[in-house]
């Protein structure tokens, strides 16, 4: 085995930075960007500012951004989500004037919106399913209308996929896909995000609606059902701590796959790196290409610069 290992010339894997899909913090309510304390390197943009943000990523050949708004006010049902001036769909305008050829996905949930911090309408403390649903259709739309070009659907509702394709196909958005977060799973991991998007919640926990962790084949139903109600690409997140799931959802559907890897896989890295504790260039590009072996056709990564810029040397 040594005489052609000692040789590096057969990489089974190939990260590029084609794959990386970079993720953004829009706030409504700032003019200069902030630095996000919980993770070092990432900001919340100005809806202004962004646009700058996406040229400087596109510029090193990242082709994809993700957009979390955070909205000026909150009320109980999220309603700034449908806002036609709303934080995402005044970012999206702005990035698709100022930017060519960029794919923009937009986030599509209500915890961001709404005052209790929960992904779908809260009633006696209980998060609802189904009246959800007509809600998040509705911003799908108003999202497609602003010039997104793919919409994620993140709060792991039942059946939001299907809710999300036929209110779009009805108002004139067969076009737009969905990226669906399929096998979402209820993590300690997300802990830094939280503070960057403010989307921590007033009561309770996420484990209504998002996995449970020992679960690996109720990922799978998980993945099969929004495949069935007309997912275009699934993601499994968060990505580190699930490559086994990962890589059973690539061994079962031939459909695109992308893996989140999330704020607290990003922050473990760049504290233990700032400390001194590991390379964290090495750990970064030895983690994104696990993710990418595991079979991720895309991978949601608050790397996705740092990264560009090695693979670009
Ligand atoms: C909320 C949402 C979360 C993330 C993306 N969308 C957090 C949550 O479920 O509380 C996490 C992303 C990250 O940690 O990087 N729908
Ligand atoms: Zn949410």
Redesign the pocket.
Known sequence: MRRLRKLKLIKETRLSTGDLVL?LFIDETIAEEIPIESMPGQYRYSIEGVAKAVLEARSLGIKSVLL?GIPGSKDETGSEALNKAGVIQRAVRAIKSAVEDVVIIT?L????YTTHGH?GLVEDGIVLNDPTLEVLGRVAVSQAEAGADIVAP???MDGMVKAIRTSLDNEGFSDTPIMS?AA?Y??A??????E??D???LFGD?SSY?MDYPNAREAIREVELDIAEGADIVMV??AMFYLDVIAKVRARFDVPLAA???????SMQKAASEKGYLNGEEVMLEGLTAIKRAGADLI?T?FAKDAAEILNR
Do not use: H, T, W
């Not at 991991?189 to 939280?194: D, I, K």
């Not at 989140?260 to 990003?266: C, F, Q």
């Open positions: 993720p979390f986030d949930c209500l915890c961001e992904c993140s709060g792991m977060y979402k209820n993590s991991l997300y802990g830094p995000f939280r960057a998007a989307s921590g919640f996420r998002q997140k968060p989140y890897s999330v704020s607290g896989e990003y949601i608050y």
